[in-house]
C-alpha cells in the first residue's frame, strides 16, 4: 500500500500547505502588479498616502529623536530608550504598501529603512575581536534574587578579572562574599555596589552622585599592563507612569554627578561599570556617554540587551571605557536576577 503524505487540513477543507503558497503567490502578484502600474496606471501614485505619511513621520521621529522635548513626560528619553525598536514598524508600512499596491508608499518607506540602518546597521555587524588582557562584567543581581550564591557563581564562570555587582542588600553581602572569595582575592562593598578583583585594589572610595546614600564607588586596580580607575554605578530607577509619563529626574541629576566624577579622573585608563538605568542613546546620561566609548557598540555583536531578564528590551546595564581599546563585549546567561549580566574584554596601554 502506498504511503500517503500528511496533509493538515484547513477550516476551509483546504490543505495548511496550499494555504501558505497561495498566500505568498497573491503578495508576488500584488508586487508584480505594483511594478507593472507604475508604467501606466496614475492610480497606483495616489493609493496609500496614509501609509507614506506614516512612514515619513517614522524616519523623521528616529531621525530628530534628539530634537524631541524632554518637557513633557520625558518624551524624548522614553523614546530614545526604545529607538532600536521603531524599526519593526518598517516591515509593517512595507506590507501595508504592498497590500494597497502603492508606488508612493513603497517609495517612503524606504526613508525611515534608510534612517534606522544609519543608526543601527552596525550594530548587526560581529565586530569583536580576540586580543585584550583584561576582562570585566557587572551584574545589577536584584535586591530581591533568591539565588544570591548561584549568581555569584555564575558571574565567577564568565573568567571576568573584575566583577561589579549591584543592589546588593546588607543581608546578602556576606553570601556573595563567601561565594566570590575563591576566586577573587580583593574585594570593596560601597553602599549597595561592590566591586570584586583578581588584582590589587586601592584608592576605593564612594563617589557622590547625590542621592542621599552610597549607590556608586571608585577604585584604582592595578593590573599586569597597568593601573586602570574603576568605576561602580547603580544610578536611580525611573518609572513611566500614566499622569507623569517617564519620570527620570534624579536618574538624570545622578548622572550628571556621576559624569563630573569621571572627568575630574587623574588616571588616563577609566572603566565604568554598573546599571545606569538608560541606554547609550539616552541625552540624560550625556555627561556621562560624551566622554566614555560602550563597548557594546565599539566591540559587541548585536545590541546586547540586558532587561528585563526574560525578555531583553533595552540594555540599560552598561560597560564604558575611556582610554582603553575594547576587543569585545558580550551579555551572559541568566542568573537569578531580573537583568543579564554584561562582560568585555578591554586592552590595557602599559604605557599609561
Do not use: C
Not at 524599526?87 to 502603492?102: E, T
Request: no cysteine.
Amino acid at each position: 500500500m502506498a504511503q500517503q503524505a500528511y496533509v493538515t487540513e484547513t477550516d476551509n477543507g483546504g490543505s495548511g500547505p496550499e494555504r501558505r503558497e497561495s498566500g505568498l503567490r497573491r503578495l508576488m502578484d500584488r508586487l508584480k502588479g505594483l511594478v507593472a502600474g507604475l508604467r501606466g496606471d496614475p492610480r497606483i501614485w495616489r493609493r496609500g498616502i496614509v501609509a507614506a505619511a506614516l512612514a515619513v513621520i517614522l524616519a523623521l521621529v528616529m531621525l530628530l529623536h534628539a530634537q524631541i522635548p524632554n518637557a513633557v513626560g520625558n518624551l524624548g528619553s522614553l523614546t530614545e530608550t526604545f529607538l532600536p525598536w521603531l524599526g519593526l514598524f518598517i516591515p509593517v508600512l512595507l506590507l501595508l504598501a504592498l497590500v494597497r499596491r502603492s508606488a508612493t508608499a513603497l517609495i517612503a518607506v524606504l526613508l525611515p529603512a534608510i534612517v534606522w540602518l544609519n543608526l543601527f546597521g552596525g550594530l548587526l555587524v560581529d565586530r569583536t575581536g580576540a586580543g585584550g588582557d583584561l576582562t570585566v562584567a557587572t551584574h545589577n543581581v536584584n535586591a530581591d534574587n533568591a539565588d544570591p550564591s548561584g549568581t555569584a557563581r555564575d558571574v565567577a564562570a564568565s573568567g571576568a578579572d573584575v566583577v561589579a555587582l549591584e543592589e546588593l542588600t546588607a543581608g546578602a553581602v556576606p553570601t556573595y562574599e563567601k561565594a566570590l572569595a575563591s576566586t577573587y582575592r580583593y574585594h570593596s562593598v560601597q553602599g549597595t555596589v561592590g566591586l570584586w578583583s583578581k588584582y590589587p585594589l586601592s584608592g576605593v572610595k564612594p563617589v557622590d552622585i547625590k542621592l542621599g546614600w552610597v549607590r556608586a564607588m571608585r577604585a584604582t586596580v592595578t593590573t599586569p599592563s597597568g593601573q586602570v580607575a574603576v568605576y561602580v554605578a547603580h544610578l536611580p530607577s525611573v518609572r513611566v507612569k500614566v499622569e507623569a509619563g517617564f519620570t527620570a529626574r534624579q536618574r538624570d541629576k545622578s548622572a550628571n554627578a556621576l559624569g563630573e566624577a569621571i572627568a575630574d579622573e587623574q588616571l588616563q585608563q577609566v572603566v565604568l561599570l554598573g546599571d545606569l538605568n538608560g541606554t547609550m542613546n539616552d541625552r540624560a546620561l550625556n555627561a556621562v556617554t560624551a566622554q566614555m566609548r560602550s563597548t557594546q557598540g565599539a566591540a559587541g555583536s548585536g545590541f546586547g540587551f540586558s532587561w528585563p531578564a526574560s525578555f531583553p528590551m533595552a540594555r540599560i546595564d552598561q560597560i564604558m571605557v575611556k582610554g582603553l581599546e575594547p576587543e569585545s563585549s558580550w551579555t551572559l546567561p541568566e542568573t537569578g536576577s531580573d537583568h543579564l549580566p554584561v562582560a568585555a574584554r578591554v586592552k590595557v596601554d602599559t604605557s599609561s
